[in-house]
């Protein structure tokens, strides 16, 4: 061979290894790029979703039932309450309106599979929860306002005894966007997504029927439980434990007696219901801030910490208050929160009613200030009994100048729905009768 052969040969043998060399490189490189993909894979990333739990993704709460679910349930850490226009012609459309509104929301609550449909069309769902709905403690439950009943003949003469349009009180600078409705919807759920998809659900399937009026979000604050197991009450935006007093939604009788209408005096298709009343609070918390504990104290009537009564500072928030031994106010001021909206009379204790509220936080006002306070959300088998009357205890109140009443409505809510029946069907029935 000559020497242009042994070079041709030589060059072709060279060019032969470095092209092995390189494939072998680039296979060993994939290998390197593939394994630290895997890892990335199970590394937290940036844009990874919080990890969930399936045990409080698949919480529901029964939907069927005498009374609704979300007024007795145990409150959930989010919210939602909207109100809405009502867009009906007869009673037809309205109870058109109802069965649908139960249908989607009876799913909602239970949670199930979405259902597929031709691309060509909206698909069924938002998305936001993906292909299967899970309940996450999910409840919605529904209220009629007094504008309803006034503009449809055929309710005449069936709108709650104590049903009426929310007064503005002395304290007061009511919004008319943030006010009234003819219909609540209250949404309640472990996330705030699920509220959010429930809502957006419903305003889909429902816009021929509803136009949403006004809404609000809100939040409840985790708190663990104490070494006993027992949960203390939760924190509103004034730093206070919220609730402390509430009467005790396990027992029957007691709400009965307090929650639940009844009565020869209310509609009989209304027996099982409750009244509901909701004002959107804003919180001045720059302002309350500033102001010294002992004052914040005097206001609301507890300690600050642990919520327990100024006369007893180391109990617990459920301790009750004893005025008798302190009849001038010299410990618990007599202007003081807790003793104006409960002074713990015999006579006071028809004014009971059920709390539910939800912290609110709606960014910053144009002044600069934060726009936070709470939405408040009470149930009672008596409207004028109950928050009326202790709003009327409270006007004029030393908390006032920390706070500004800017929304709110008053609703019914209606009785529950059998299995096989829908929410209002008890109404629509005694409309066709009268």
């Keep these: 061979m000559n020497d242009q052969g042994r070079l041709s040969t030589t060059r072709r043998t060279l060019l032969r290894q470095i092209g092995l ?7 060993a490189g994939s290998i390197g790029i593939h394994a630290r993909a895997q890892d990335a894979k ?28 979300g007024i007795l349930t145990p409150r959930p850490a989010s919210g939602i309450f909207a109100a809405f226009d009502v867009v009906v ?7 058109r309106m109802l069965r649908l509104l139960t249908e989607r929301a009876a799913f909602l609550t239970q949670g199930g599979e979405v259902p597929a449909r031709d691309p060509k069309l909206p698909p069924a769902d938002s998305g936001l929860l993906g292909p299967v709905i899970a309940p996450d403690n999910l409840t919605i439950t529904l209220g009629l306002g007094a504008s309803l009943f006034d503009r449809h003949d055929w309710l005449a003469g069936l709108k709650p005894a104590r049903l009426q349009r929310m007064v503005q009180f002395p304290n ?25 998809h429930a809502l ?8 021929e029927f509803l136009v949403l009026r006004w ?4 939040s409840v604050p985790p708190v663990p439980p104490a070494p006993d197991g027992s ?18 939604a396990n027992d029957a009788a007691l709400m009965e007696r307090v929650v639940w209408t009844h009565g020869p005096d209310e509609p009989e298709w209304a027996h099982g219901g409750s009244y509901q009343a909701v004002r959107v609070i804003r919180n001045f918390v720059e302002r309350w801030d500033r102001a010294p504990l002992a004052e914040q104290e005097r206001i609301f009537g507890r300690t600050k910490m642990t919520g327990a009564p100024l006369d007893a500072p180391r109990a617990s928030e459920y301790d009750v208050p004893d005025y008798a031994a302190d009849p001038d106010g010299a410990t618990t001021p007599p202007d003081s929160h807790i003793r104006l909206a409960n002074p713990r009379t015999p006579k006071s204790e028809r004014n009971l009613m059920l709390r539910r509220p939800f912290n609110y936080s709606r960014g910053v006002l144009r002044n600069g200030q934060l726009d936070q306070g709470l939405l408040f959300i009470a ?5 004028e009994a109950g928050f009326i009357a202790v709003q009327n205890q409270l006007n004029g109140e030393p908390l006032e100048e920390y706070i500004k009443p800017v929304g709110g409505g008053y609703f019914f809510a209606l009785p529950g729905a059998a299995v096989g029946d829908y929410l209002g069907a008890s109404l629509v029935n005694a409309a066709r009768r009268s």
């Design 21 to 27: 060399g390189a494939l072998g490189g680039t296979i």
């Design 42 to 69: 199970t590394a937290p990333q940036v844009v990874d979703a919080p990890p969930g739990h399936a045990e409080t993704a698949a919480q529901h709460v029964p939907f069927h039932g005498r009374h609704q679910a």
């Design 172 to 196: 007061d600078a009511l919004d008319p966007a943030l006010c009234h409705g003819d219909l609540s919807l209250q949404f309640c759920a472990n996330l705030p997504d699920t509220n959010i």
């Design 200 to 207: 957006r659900d419903i305003v889909k399937n429902l816009s």
């Design 231 to 248: 949960t203390p009450s939760a924190r509103n935006f004034l730093g206070f434990r919220d609730g402390s007093a509430n009467p005790d």
């Design 89 to 95: 012609a007869s009673l037809d459309d309205f109870e």
């Design 379 to 383: 149930y009672q088998a008596d409207l």
């Design 215 to 218: 809404m609000i979000e809100g």
